[in-house]
Each structure stands twice: as structure tokens, then as C-alpha cells.
Nanobody, 112 residues
Framework: QVQLVESGGGSVQPGGSLRFSCAAS????????MGWYRQAPGKERELVAT???????NYADSVKSRFTIYRPNANNAVYLQMNSLKPEDTAVYYC??????WGKGTLVTVSS
């Protein structure tokens, strides 16, 4: 069973920055696909950003140029740097691996 340990998140004012990290509990395999999703109150879960083992990235249009996903050395840890945060970024953010394993989620609140 793969466990994902997330850290980061919290409350920030509009325009602020936060960083998430997520580490998978296994080291004997390098997962191809890792990413972040989010779910705002009353909305469906949506993709935020993904990254492959080779470093290819994909972002939701709403976060392009503000968020950066990275994965040092293609290991099983993934980070999400979020800049220029907006109130509409308020959501619970989830780490995902291989489209199968999910973190417990961490709340981000962007409010003045």
C-alpha cells in the first residue's frame, strides 16, 4: 500500500505564496506520474498540475504562470510552489500518484 505524506498549505492573503510537498512511502519504484488536484467547496475535484518522471508538466489554465510543480531527481516526492494566490485558489489540495493513490488533502485558504 502506497502512503502519501503531504505538508504545507495554510492561510495566506491574496498575492501571497505557499508551497506543498508530497512524499510517497515507497522507494523501490519510481512512479511515472505525480500531481496535485484540488476541490473547492461545492465543486468537483479538479486537476491543478501534473509531472511525469521525465519532467513533463501539465497545468490547469487557471494556475499557469502562477504555480510550479517540480520533482527533484525524478524521485517519489513532488512539490507545488504557488505564487500570486487568489481567493479562488481556496480549496483542499490533494497529492496524487499514478492516478490511483491519494493524499489526505490539505486546506489552502486565500483571504484578506
Amino acid at each position: 500500500q502506497v502512503q502519501l505524506v503531504e505538508s504545507g498549505g495554510g492561510s495566506v492573503q491574496p498575492g501571497g505564496s505557499l508551497r506543498f510537498s508530497c512524499a510517497a512511502s515507497v522507494t523501490f519504484v519510481s512512479f511515472h506520474f505525480m500531481g496535485w488536484y484540488r476541490q473547492a467547496p461545492g465543486k468537483e475535484r479538479e486537476l491543478v498540475a501534473t509531472i511525469t518522471r521525465g519532467g513533463s508538466t501539465n497545468y490547469a489554465d487557471s494556475v499557469k504562470s502562477r504555480f510550479t510543480i517540480y520533482r527533484p531527481n525524478a524521485n517519489n516526492a513532488v512539490y507545488l510552489q504557488m505564487n500570486s494566490l487568489k481567493p479562488e485558489d481556496t480549496a483542499v489540495y490533494y497529492c496524487n500518484v499514478q492516478g490511483t493513490y491519494w493524499g489526505k488533502g490539505t486546506l489552502v485558504t486565500v483571504s484578506s
